[in-house]
């Protein structure tokens, strides 16, 4: 039982225990690249029966990639689900085409760097200039997808067309599919069907 796994734990390893625990329930993510992230990584992973067993019992899974040096958190009952406007499910597919066609070029830190304009150009080529997000929309979106480590940009407030951001491998794990295309046609769907603000659960919260 996880109970007795936690008892045996020292004062710092339960405090450890319970910041790692509360960020995931918070943003789902946890990736070994970020800075603020490692130390809470290498933890659940020392930890792991604990932490599953924990999360199994307020049904959620933990699941840890470590090829993508990723823990990630799914609740089990489909509830605690973030609902997305229709502008941010279209640019977190953007995103997520924009790993795979950058997915050549990974830096050190395992991030795939992008520029804005990128998923202004993608708005485009999708058929959906009218929707190209404005300086503000834009912000607010990647700002609630930078709280979920999926993304890290240097500055949302002076944010302009050349900044980089660069995308996290949690994106994988967010918008899971074995086929790209499937990506390609979602947005084209969304495209040819252009209309209103629409909103799709996509993502836990």
């Given at each position: 039982m996880?109970q007795?796994n936690?008892d045996?734990?020292s004062?710092?390893d339960?405090k450890?225990?319970?910041d790692?625990?509360n960020?995931?329930?918070a943003v789902?993510?946890?990736?070994?690249s970020?800075?603020?992230?490692?130390?809470m990584?290498y933890?659940?992973s020392k930890?792991v029966e604990l932490?599953?067993d924990?999360?199994?019992f307020?049904d959620?899974?933990?699941?840890?990639?470590?090829?993508?040096?990723v823990v990630?958190?799914?609740?089990t009952?489909n509830?605690?689900?973030?609902?997305?406007?229709l502008n941010?499910?279209i640019?977190l597919?953007?995103?997520?085409?924009?790993y795979?066609?950058n997915?050549?070029e990974?830096?050190?830190?395992?991030?795939?760097?992008?520029?804005v304009?990128?998923?202004?150009?993608m708005y485009?080529?999708?058929g959906l200039?009218?929707?190209?997000?404005?300086?503000?929309?834009?912000?607010e979106?990647l700002s609630?997808?930078r709280?979920?480590?999926l993304?890290?940009i240097?500055?949302?407030?002076?944010?302009s067309?050349?900044?980089?951001i660069y995308?996290l491998p949690?994106?994988?794990?967010a918008?899971?599919?074995s086929n790209?295309?499937?990506?390609y046609?979602?947005l084209?769907s969304?495209g040819?069907?252009?209309?209103?603000?629409?909103v799709?659960e996509t993502?836990e919260d």
């Amino acid at each position: 039982m996880w109970q007795l796994n936690y008892d045996n734990l020292s004062i710092t390893d339960k405090k450890q225990f319970s910041d790692a625990a509360n960020k995931l329930l918070a943003v789902n993510f946890l990736v070994k690249s970020k800075p603020d992230n490692a130390n809470m990584y290498y933890f659940v992973s020392k930890n792991v029966e604990l932490f599953t067993d924990y999360f199994a019992f307020i049904d959620w899974e933990l699941d840890i990639n470590t090829g993508l040096g990723v823990v990630s958190l799914k609740n089990t009952s489909n509830r605690n689900r973030l609902n997305l406007k229709l502008n941010e499910t279209i640019t977190l597919l953007i995103i997520r085409l924009l790993y795979e066609q950058n997915s050549d070029e990974v830096n050190i830190d395992d991030h795939v760097e992008i520029k804005v304009s990128d998923i202004h150009e993608m708005y485009a080529i999708i058929g959906l200039e009218s929707r190209i997000l404005t300086k503000t929309a834009i912000i607010e979106i990647l700002s609630l997808f930078r709280r979920f480590n999926l993304l890290e940009i240097e500055s949302l407030q002076s944010l302009s067309t050349n900044d980089s951001i660069y995308i996290l491998p949690s994106i994988l794990l967010a918008v899971e599919t074995s086929n790209v295309f499937d990506v390609y046609k979602k947005l084209h769907s969304f495209g040819a069907t252009d209309g209103g603000d629409a909103v799709e659960e996509t993502k836990e919260d």
